[in-house]
């Protein structure tokens, strides 16, 4: 008679069905906690992405008004040191002619901001002393209000653009982070598609450090 034959049933098969069940729900449950790991984690991420968006657009907006307003106020300024200059040089004109009365009108027409800065100059005794500053304009006490504006807009507007420029990259860099979730949400969800138990473990282990990364990269961001 024929020998009988013996038939092995898959280890799959041949385990406990409580067992099965048991490893299908826990990697059901690790499938679907990344999923919604990586969703609250690409929500987040998008809405700081926005967040540093606007703030760029702000930075720059401000940056452009800065330097707008500094171009105004350095333009008063030349305006104004024009002005005294040329107040300066008919008073100098009128002063070596021995003309007083025109020479006290010139002196009225001065700004208070070219003053002191006369002041200064004529104490150096500057018509007999050839070593006095050759002009008010070059003594310290000299500063147009305009001038100083001007600086300290430009300056200005140099910090927003810089700030605006970092905004861009904190945008930038949560978008990317985006991206490592995405691919989270894919693998995890492909992960149900797959019966055989190593590939699905592997599939959920590479979710998993994809997942880390991500967070570890939106832990080390600026946020607002």
Same mark, same amino acid.
């Given at each position: 008679?024929?020998?009988?034959?013996?038939?092995?049933?898959?280890?799959?098969?041949?385990?406990?069905?409580?067992?099965?069940?048991?490893?299908?729900?826990?990697?059901?449950?690790?499938?679907?906690?990344?999923?919604?790991?990586?969703?609250?984690?690409?929500?987040?991420?998008?809405?700081?992405?926005?967040?540093?968006?606007?703030?760029?657009?702000?930075?720059?907006?401000?940056?452009?008004?800065?330097?707008?307003?500094?171009?105004?106020?350095?333009?008063?300024?030349?305006?104004?040191?024009?002005?005294?200059?040329?107040?300066?040089?008919?008073?100098?004109?009128? @002063?070596?002619?021995?003309?007083?009365?025109?020479?006290?009108?010139?002196?009225?027409?001065?700004? *208070?901001?070219?003053?002191?800065?006369?002041?200064?100059?004529?104490?150096?005794?500057?018509?007999?002393?050839?070593?006095?500053?050759?002009?008010?304009?070059?003594?310290?006490?000299?500063?147009?209000?305009?001038?100083? @504006?001007?600086?300290? $807009?430009? @300056?200005?507007?140099?910090?927003?653009?810089?700030?605006?420029?970092?905004?861009?990259?904190?945008?930038? *860099?949560?978008?990317?982070?985006?991206?490592?979730?995405?691919?989270?949400?894919?693998?995890?969800?492909?992960?149900?598609?797959?019966?055989?138990?190593?590939?699905?473990?592997?599939?959920?282990? $590479?979710?998993?450090?994809?997942?880390?990364?991500?967070?570890?990269?939106?832990?080390?961001?600026?946020?607002?």
């Amino acid at each position: 008679m024929p020998e009988p034959v013996h038939v092995h049933a898959p280890h799959e098969l041949s385990e406990p069905s409580e067992a099965v069940t048991r490893r299908e729900r826990t990697l059901e449950i690790i499938a679907a906690l990344l999923l919604s790991l990586a969703t609250v984690g690409i929500a987040w991420s998008g809405y700081q992405a926005a967040r540093w968006s606007g703030i760029q657009a702000q930075r720059y907006t401000q940056a452009s008004t800065a330097r707008s307003l500094a171009n105004r106020a350095s333009t008063l300024a030349e305006q104004e040191r024009t002005q005294d200059l040329l107040n300066f040089n008919r008073w100098l004109e009128v @002063k070596t002619e021995g003309n007083t009365e025109l020479t006290a009108l010139y002196e009225r027409r001065f700004r *208070d901001e070219f003053r002191p800065a006369f002041a200064a100059w004529l104490s150096s005794d500057p018509l007999t002393n050839a070593h006095a500053i050759s002009s008010p304009l070059l003594e310290k006490q000299y500063v147009l209000a305009d001038a100083v @504006k001007a600086d300290r $807009l430009e @300056k200005l507007g140099d910090v927003r653009f810089e700030q605006g420029k970092q905004a861009t990259e904190n945008a930038d *860099d949560y978008v990317f982070v985006t991206v490592f979730f995405a691919v989270v949400l894919f693998f995890a969800g492909i992960s149900l598609r797959f019966t055989w138990l190593p590939i699905r473990i592997g599939i959920l282990a $590479l979710a998993a450090t994809l997942l880390v990364y991500g967070v570890i990269r939106i832990g080390a961001l600026p946020r607002l």
